[in-house]
């Protein structure tokens, strides 16, 4: 019977962690099982500090026993206290409805952090500081020591303030790039764990570290360096287990040796020199003589909090080859990667000792084919290469990003580039959404959207990856929040960045525009509290506690929240939101949104939120005193803002969006507040007029309204402004201005013209919900109770959209061929569906060829229950299984 078995095992929010700080880790699961209808009745979970003792069952530090329950996602850990340094391994089976039992999972693991700030034995390390003006030459730094005896296991724990690349016997540890990344360095600094074992031998070792400057003391935004500091240090232990059950910790200290080599600096915004003639060979291997190096300073203690990374690193996640090499300037080669992207590039060269090469990163071209650096502002993005002449050399940068599909290389005549790589980081989160239509143009545009998210998920959801900016503006990330849930799992992503929106939160309960928030701000007027950026404090754990039922990012940010709600009503005692200056429906064209119709809005979807969000977590008081002041910021904003008529202050798309999506308008009124807003974008020849943050929600009220049509056609325009115009211009990636670019004007705004900018591509979450239909019941968090709700319309004849959800895929692929539609559809184990199908009245609809009603009612065990028909669809209630519906489809006007 062991059809069922539990999948894709997870501690937290990664699969098989090292090192995390959570005493009660909390672990979910999938299941695999072709039965339709499968539903879990109960689990059990073993876990044991041994493995071989879980695969033999006979030791645990917890055993569940038979849980009744349907829960397959984050069920805490609920076992004899876990222990630091200790490994744990897991398994689990269930039951279904039936009574069957599932096959064991396979075993999963995960092991403890330090979990308490004293069994960090080892040392701050740095050079010893001197202040320097400008550019810094980057430290290595090194220690040799015997191991005695055999190895039973082997883990490093670091953490730096600045970036660490750490090397044990030669051998780079890990994978990670810019390890710890970026925290608000004041409160708090992330630990990383890596397992050497295999790197570790009997006999001499050394352990190696190379500390770059990264967001400690790297130029950040247009605010120069040293934004924390300028000491640039870290602490480093490995922890030895040796067979006998004998312990031993190498740890940072006084005895490690510390020297410059080649590379001259390497800054994320500038790029990075790199001298090859500088380099010291074997410097990370034991044997290497040290005696020229220096002693390194030791620091004082760190007040503030050390804790594991949640989120998954940042890694190199796929290489690029080139599509076109030209020469453009005499002794310049131009290199077109083909995609917008963020990452470096690997060179292969050969040549003199000596001779250079300048690599510098641009996004776009100029009309003479030279690359456009208008738009970096003073951000360089240049690396240079000097040759040790030694035949074969392999060059790339360590503590630096660019932001670029073009690269413009220059060296001297005897420089031959023999190969050209591009590589791509970003945080390494498992990607989770597929999208293919019979639309090529919609097509790019999903492929621009993701590519942009891949571009900006850089341990912080940043604006941009190019210019001298790049930070975590609050209101891009909450705008986009959504969209990017399916397209990658994000869960820990933003669990992490929800740690520097409470660490930026001011005194007062103000939420910040940027997290994190940079010392060079001031504390109240500017970058601080303003509508729809702010807000992103709230709204970012609401769409992370909808997607993944992640109740504990309530639960730890919930005082963080509820002060940000108080900070809202003591400034703005009316209830109109109408305290400080905002930014508004940031760069929308030829449309203004008053500012306090726009504050209010969000203060009122705050409020509504935080209702919500009580009601989740028991708080059912504070989700009813949240839910009258919803209200009460409803009635002043309709006082203030909605005629009789249902026009809406400003009459402006956005305004009209938000109002809708946020239910902030009497139920008389919403039907003719959408038509104004439709009549708006006929006006505008079925143009977009939002900016940043009207995008979200005006597609999928229109569809909600009923217009759908009207969607499409915004889809589909081709002409500016829209998102095609940018595709049909060339655009890879999601431009930050609507007029970034135009036939008639050519580049705007130089210092705002980001082609590499994810708030626009907010339209990624209608794609996935609206138009593939893949969304979830709203009643109920997480994809549990699934809804498929595709909005079909014939400008499209395909739509195949895939979800990787906590549960496994969800998947519905529509066509319209012939007057028919067919929806193929997906659901996974342990999940019901309400599935909604284009209904024309007294049509049949099929199942798998068989009426499906037929199908609901005589077929015994069939997991297809009819829920009648709502406007102009029919809905069943499907359990998991795969499933194809058919039925007669009337053409319902073409968008394009
Ligand atoms: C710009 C950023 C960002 C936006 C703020 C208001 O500098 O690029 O996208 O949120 O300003």
Redesign the pocket.
């Known amino acids: 019977m062991n059809s069922i078995i539990p999948t894709n095992l997870k501690t937290e929010y990664l699969y098989n962690p090292l090192g995390i700080d959570s005493s009660h880790p909390r672990l979910s699961w999938m299941i695999e099982t072709k039965t339709r209808g499968f539903l879990q009745s109960a689990y059990r979970i073993l876990v044991s500090s041994d493995r071989q003792q879980l695969l033999d069952e006979s030791g645990f530090v917890w055993d569940s026993g038979k849980v009744n329950s349907d829960q397959s996602v984050f069920v805490p850990y609920n076992g004899t206290p876990l222990l630091s340094n200790e490994r744990y391994y897991w398994k689990v089976r269930v039951w279904d409805t039936r009574g069957n039992l599932s096959a064991w999972s396979e075993v999963s693991e995960w092991s403890m952090g330090l979990l308490s700030q004293s069994e960090w034995k080892a040392n701050w390390i740095g050079e010893v500081f001197k202040p320097v003006e400008g550019n810094r030459e980057v430290s290595f730094f090194r220690k040799s020591f015997t191991i005695g005896k055999p190895i039973q296991r082997a883990t490093i724990y670091a953490t730096a303030f600045g970036a660490i690349e750490v090397s044990l016997n030669g051998s780079r540890v890990g994978e990670d790039y810019f390890a710890p990344e970026w925290t608000d360095y004041h409160t708090r600094v992330h630990y990383r764990t890596y397992d050497v074992t295999s790197l570790l031998h009997v006999g001499s070792n050394a352990v190696g570290s190379i500390l770059g400057e990264g967001w400690y003391s790297g130029h950040i935004a247009w605010y120069g360096k040293n934004l924390y500091g300028e000491a640039l240090r870290f602490m480093l232990q490995l922890y030895v287990r040796y067979e006998d059950g004998t312990e031993e910790t190498i740890v940072s200290d006084s005895s490690w040796k510390e020297s410059k080599g080649p590379i001259a600096f390497s800054d994320f915004l500038m790029g990075e020199s790199y001298d090859a003639r500088l380099e010291h060979d074997g410097w990370n291997e034991a044997g290497f003589d040290d005696s020229a190096w220096r002693s390194p300073h030791v620091y004082g203690d760190f007040k503030g909090w050390i804790n594991a990374q949640i989120s998954p690193p940042i890694r190199v996640v796929e290489e690029k080859e080139p599509i076109t090499e030209q020469k453009v300037v005499p002794g310049s080669l131009l290199i077109d990667i083909g995609q917008n992207m963020v990452g470096w590039v690997r060179i292969k060269v050969t040549g003199d000792r000596g001779s250079k090469v300048t690599l510098r990163y641009a996004e776009v071209l100029n009309p003479d084919g030279s690359i456009y650096t208008d738009n970096l502002r003073t951000a360089k993005q240049t690396d240079t290469y000097t040759l040790k002449g030694e035949g074969i050399e392999i060059y790339e940068p360590k503590f630096t990003f660019h932001g670029f599909r073009y690269v413009e290389i220059t060296a001297s005549a005897d420089v031959k580039v023999t190969q050209i790589t591009g590589r791509v980081i970003h945080n390494s989160m498992k990607s989770t959404g597929k999208l293919i239509t019979s639309d090529s143009g919609v097509n790019q545009l999903f492929s621009n959207i993701l590519w942009t998210q891949r571009a900006n998920f850089i341990s912080v959801p940043t ?2 990856p190019q210019r001298d ?1 790049r ?1 975590g ?4 990330a909450q705008v986009f929040s959504r969209t990017a849930s399916y397209n990658m799992d994000v869960a820990g992503f933003f669990a992490k960045y929800m740690t520097d929106i409470v660490d930026a939160q001011r005194k007062t309960g103000a939420f910040t ?2 997290a994190p928030f940079l010392k060079g701000f001031s504390d109240w007027s500017t970058f601080v509290a ?1 509508a729809g ?1 702010a807000d992103a404090g709230v709204i970012i754990p609401w769409t992370m506690y909808s997607v993944y039922e992640d109740r504990r990012i309530i639960e730890d940010n919930y005082d963080a929240m509820a002060a940000w709600l108080a900070f809202l009503v003591k400034m703005n005692p009316s209830l109109l939101r109408t305290d400080t200056q905002y ?1 508004g429906d ?2 929308s064209l030829n449309a203004s949104t008053p500012m306090d119709l726009f504050a209010t809005a969000y203060f009122a979807y705050c409020a509504k939120l935080m209702a919500a969000m009580s009601e989740a977590v028991g708080k059912t008081e504070q989700a009813a005193s949240y839910a009258a002041l919803f209200e009460q910021i409803r009635s002043r904003f309709i006082e203030a803002f909605v005629a009789e008529d249902g026009r809406i202050a400003g009459e402006t798309q956005t305004g009209y969006a938000l109002a809708l999506f946020m239910e902030l308008l009497p139920e008389e009124t919403r039907r003719k507040a959408a038509a104004h807003l439709v009549a708006d974008i006929e006006q505008r020849g079925w143009h977009i007029t939002t900016g ?1 943050h009207g995008i979200k929600y005006l597609l999928p009220v229109l569809c909600e309204a009923g217009y759908e049509e009207a969607s499409y056609r915004l889809l589909l325009q081709e002409t500016y402004p829209s998102w095609l115009y940018s595709i049909r211009n060339g655009a890879t990636t999601i431009w ?1 201005r609507w007029d970034g670019w135009t036939e008639e004007k050519g580049f705007q705004n130089p210092g ?1 013209n ?1 082609f590499n ?1 994810y ?1 626009l591509g907010a339209v990624g979450e209608w794609m996935f919900r609206y138009m593939g239909g893949i969304d979830k019941s709203s009643e109920t968090p997480g994809y549990k109770h699934i809804q498929i709700r595709p909005f079909l319309n014939d400008s499209l004849t395909l739509v195949d959209c895939q979800y990787e959800s906590s549960y496994g895929t969800i998947r519905n692929r529509w066509s319209i061929v012939d007057g028919f539609a067919e929806l193929q559809v997906t659901i996974p184990p342990n999940t019901k569906a309400d599935i909604f199908i284009p209904y024309i009245d007294g049509e049949q609809v099929y199942e798998s060829g068989e009426p499906v009603l037929y199908v609901a009612n005589n077929r015994v065990g069939e997991s297809i229950i009819d829920l009648g028909i709502v406007g102009p669809r029919r809905v069943f209630q499907i359990g998991s299984g795969e499933y194809r519906f058919r039925t007669r489809f009337k053409s319902n006007g073409a968008g394009k």
């Open positions: 604006d941009c900016e930070m503006w609050t209101g891009d525009d940027t303003s950026w930014y940031w760069l940043i930050e705002m980001s900018h708030a």
